[in-house]
């Protein structure tokens, strides 16, 4: 049997290179209906949207290729959306709610099975059946590509500018000098959809409000408030617990899941999403029973170990000593309401998401164009737009893309046919 032979790896250096070479090969037309600033989640949805509906599209993107932000989503797995797409989850809910219209779980998930995606759900939260984002970003770029759209990445756009017939987008090599980068260069179009990350900047020119934008969906640095539970011993432990944000004693979110424990903080999903809400001085409660009732912390306690409900270390740290049935109990109700002042948001490297970004007052929420620049459409994170974990955020990326992307082609269009 002749033996089999192994393609050789590349190196990161040559894949690079490959990447490089590969968008200089595509061609950027001088001209085109629509311009998608931006090839991520939304931009992707938004220039397939408009190329279906008829207008010649193109995406700029300043990565080395498109949709590989998707990849990193969901710890590679692409939690895409949500079968509780609750407008109260998210930042400008109002204006989410108009955008996303009565039938946007539907409109996402027809989008998606047009486009080839099987999926699966756990607990509400919809994976790729395969569990891989790659998947995901595969049928985008397959579907985009079947409708003519012209992928042009390794390209930053650095203007967006008004022009006679039009806008005028001006982008240059996202690696200058280096080999195999494409030229820089510039695109006019009937109209622009802004989907990319840094809009804020580029919003500095044509005088559109703007929030300031900040990362949100991370870790949440805190101090102990006399609970008796010092983080450094429960360093990387991680515990089921009801969350609770509280403001001046005052409730203001709730969430069960799973907790991490840093020397220097929390972590973990349910303190991403308070993360989105909390300012210094609020208070983080911790619930480790998850609302187990006086006789079940009784009747577990009366085995002389907190172990049964607690992870055992975090039973040891809280005092729980030998085998005792008042020390137990006095743990297992310890760890009902430990509570945690908040410093300040951590590990923001990491953050899942920005907030701030063009403020949504200034778009229509039928059509994302933007009221003072006509022909300038935003979707995506983009827009003073966000949400909490659990496929919300790219939930929003799909369905604003779609509006976006069929709106700008609708105006470009219709220009056209004058």
């Known amino acids: ?57 193109c995406v700029l993107e300043q990565d080395l290729e498109c949709g590989r932000k998707i990849l990193a989503t969901g710890n590679g797995r692409c939690n895409f959306a949500n079968e509780d797409l609750d407008p109260a989850r998210y930042r400008n809910g109002a204006f989410v709610a108009k955008v996303a219209g009565a039938r946007w779980l539907e409109e996402i998930l027809g989008f998606f099975a047009a486009s080839g995606l099987a999926w699966a759900s756990e607990e509400g939260r919809l994976y790729p059946l395969s569990r891989q984002a790659a998947s995901v970003r595969n049928v985008l770029l397959a579907r985009a590509r079947r409708a003519g759209v012209t992928l042009a990445p390794a390209r930053k756009v650095t203007s967006v500018a008004p022009a ?49 934008e900040g990362p949100v969906l991370c870790a ?3 101090e102990p408030e006399n609970n008796g539970l010092e983080l450094a011993l429960v360093d990387g432990r991680r515990a089921h617990a009801h969350a609770r944000l509280l403001r001046g004693g005052s409730e203001l979110w709730a969430e069960d899941g799973e907790v991490l424990f840093r020397p220097w903080g929390l972590s973990g999903i349910c303190v991403f999403d308070l993360s989105r809400r909390a300012e210094a001085g609020d208070v983080v409660a911790l619930d480790l029973t998850c609302g187990m009732t006086d006789a079940e912390l009784e009747t577990a306690a009366a085995t002389g170990t907190a172990d049964g409900v607690l992870d055992p270390q975090v039973a040891a740290a809280l005092g729980a000593a030998g085998s005792n ?26 953050a899942q998401v920005t907030r701030g970004g063009l403020a949504v007052t200034g778009f229509s929420p ?10 300038l459409f935003a979707c ?25 992307g069929a709106s700008a082609a609708a105006l470009a269009l219709s220009q056209n046919r004058k």
Request: hydrophobic content about 50%.
């Open 366 to 375: 039928e059509t994302l164009e933007c009221a003072s620049q006509p022909g």
């Open 325 to 350: 049935p008042a020390s137990a109990l006095a743990t297992l109700r310890q760890a009902r309401d430990l509570h945690f002042l908040v410093t300040d948001r951590a590990e923001t490297e990491h």
């Open 1 to 57: 049997m002749a033996a089999r032979t192994r393609a050789k790896k590349l190196s990161r250096a040559e894949l690079r290179e490959h990447a490089l070479a590969a968008a200089s090969a595509v061609g950027v037309p001088a001209a085109c209906d629509v311009v998608v600033a931006g090839g991520g989640a939304s931009g992707l949805v938004a220039a397939i949207a408009a190329a279906e509906a008829g207008a010649r599209t």
């Open 220 to 222: 949440l640095a805190c």
């Open 164 to 212: 006679a017939d039009g806008w005028k987008v001006s982008f240059s090599p996202a690696a200058p000098g280096e080999k195999g980068a494409p030229q820089a260069g510039g695109i006019t179009a009937r109209a622009v959809v802004m989907a990319a990350g840094g809009g804020s900047e580029l919003a500095r020119g044509l005088g559109l409000s703007t929030v300031a």
């Open 380 to 404: 995506g994170e983009v827009l003073d737009v966000d949400a909490d974990c659990g496929g919300f955020n790219l939930a929003w990326a799909w369905r604003s893309g779609q509006v976006a």
